[in-house]
């Protein structure tokens, strides 16, 4: 079983920072893709950034230029940088990751349990 596993959610003010972890454990071959994608109260999931194996990332135009996502590949950790955190971003924020449990096999796509990020004004 492959299991991702979020670290680094919290409560921070307006213009602060926090850096959210999520480390794959598990039956893994290879990851492809990994992301993190956020979810506020009432509305629905969203995507937030996502980086390949070889490091080509994308994000969200809510969170260009403020966020930075990253990967260690030995750790098969992705990490998200937030900078200068708005009362918007507050979501439960939720690792992603497409991972080959073995090779030659089918990828399967993988959720984190989620981490609350909360911004006050």
């Known amino acids: 079983q492959v299991q991702l596993v979020e670290s680094g959610g919290g409560l921070v003010q307006t213009g602060g920072s926090l850096r959210l972890s999520c480390a794959a454990s598990?039956?893994?071959?290879?990851?492809?893709?990994m992301g993190w994608y956020r979810q506020a109260p009432g509305k629905q999931r969203e995507l937030v950034a996502t980086?390949?194996?070889?490091?080509?990332?994308n994000y969200a135009d809510s969170v260009k230029g403020r966020f930075t996502i990253s990967r260690d590949n030995a750790k098969n950790t992705v990490y998200l940088q937030m900078n200068s955190l708005k009362p918007e971003d507050t979501a439960v924020y939720y690792c992603?990751?497409?991972?080959?449990?073995?090779?030659?096999?089918?990828?399967?796509?993988?959720w984190g349990q989620g981490t609350q990020v909360t911004v006050s004004s």
């Open positions: 598990g039956n893994i071959f290879s990851i492809n893709v």
């Open positions: 980086i390949t194996s070889g490091g080509y990332t």
């Open positions: 992603n990751a497409d991972i080959r449990p073995l090779p030659g096999r089918l990828t399967y796509n993988y």
